[in-house]
């Protein structure tokens, strides 16, 4: 069993900056492949950003260059550091650790506001 934390989210004007992080309770393996997604208004859920533990990173292209992925794995942490942020980047964000494919956890999300 696998508890998710996210905190950080608000509200920031467009080319502000935010930093999401995430903390994982649990039983956490070098296999979990931690990261974020996030769903906007009449959006599906998408991948913003995920990262092994060993510190490969993937990113959606709209958001490479802007934001980086880090991760703690002392404590079982991960961040999203968010910069020059956009209005369409207004969404609910996630946490997530998959384990396997077929096997994920969520955290209970984080809503982003990009707004003047």
């Known amino acids: 069993q696998v508890q998710l934390v996210e905190s950080g989210g608000g509200l920031v004007q467009p080319g502000g900056s935010l930093r999401l992080s995430c903390a994982a309770s649990?039983?956490?393996?070098?296999?979990?492949?931690m990261g974020w997604y996030r769903q906007a208004p009449g959006k599906e859920r998408e991948l913003v950003a995920d990262?092994?533990?060993?510190?490969?990173?993937n990113y959606a292209d709209s958001v490479k260059g802007r934001f980086t992925i880090s991760r703690d794995n002392a404590e079982n942490t991960v961040y999203l550091q968010m910069n020059s942020l956009k209005p369409e980047d207004t969404a609910v964000y996630y946490c997530?650790?998959?384990?396997?494919?077929?096997?994920?956890?969520w955290g209970q999300g984080t809503q982003v506001t990009v707004s003047s």
């Open positions: 990262m092994t533990y060993d510190g490969r990173k």
């Open positions: 649990g039983s956490i393996f070098s296999v979990d492949v």
């Open positions: 997530n650790l998959r384990r396997s494919y077929y096997r994920n956890y």
